[in-house]
């Protein structure tokens, strides 16, 4: 599995207090990556993470990648949006979720990354040289909060951290808007 590193810029809190939503890839965002052969350049395009969208349950929220012990969530919504692969996850009660959440909401984690298999790649290129484009992603088995991303990846981030004010409704019109981005997208409407 390679790891990727985003950096965060922005969080929001509202909602019911539980749910982490995040940018958790950029789109056609060519960076340096190294996976120990030396560096190159890679990005992910639009539609690589499409297979992984329908079981967003298989997507584990961790904190700096740390295996072993168990999870802090579990996805329950990813959609893929024209920028960005958004992710909403439930942060499960306890100690461990109640301090990343604590950690979220006084902005001291600046990164997102993501676990994932590689599947069908791309050689392109442009003015700065070659770009490995992954197109399709066979497995994304974790997304992950850090406390400092790469510079290289400048638009991951924590978008919001629902709250407890109206959680019913908060939860629902993000489900609805989620819902809105991944039809607009299949259907090609905008």
């Not at 969530?73 to 949006?81: H, I, N, P, Q, R």
Request: glycine share 14%; aromatic share 8%.
């Amino acid at each position: 599995m390679l790891l990727r590193d985003f950096q965060l810029r922005d969080a929001e809190v509202g909602g019911d207090g539980r749910t982490l939503v995040l940018a958790c890839v950029p789109f056609d965002q060519p960076a340096w990556v190294d996976d120990g052969d030396g560096p190159y350049r890679e990005s992910f395009r639009r539609g690589a993470f499409k297979h992984v969208t329908r079981s967003p349950n298989r997507v584990e929220l961790r904190y700096r990648h740390r295996q072993g012990g168990v999870p802090f969530g579990f996805g329950v919504d990813l959609v893929e949006d024209p920028k960005y692969l958004l992710g909403s996850f439930r942060v499960a009660r306890g100690d461990q979720g109640d301090q990343l959440l604590a950690l979220v909401a006084d902005g001291q984690l600046g990164g997102v990354s993501i676990g994932f298999t590689p599947g069908t790649d791309l050689g392109e290129g442009d003015a700065d040289g070659p770009v490995t484009v992954r197109v399709r992603v066979k497995q994304l088995g974790e997304v992950s909060v850090l406390p400092v991303g790469a510079a290289t990846w400048q638009d991951a981030k924590v978008l919001a951290v629902r709250e407890a004010a109206a959680p019913a409704a908060a939860v629902e019109r993000e489900r609805v808007r989620l819902l809105r981005i991944r039809l607009a997208a299949r259907y090609g409407e905008g």
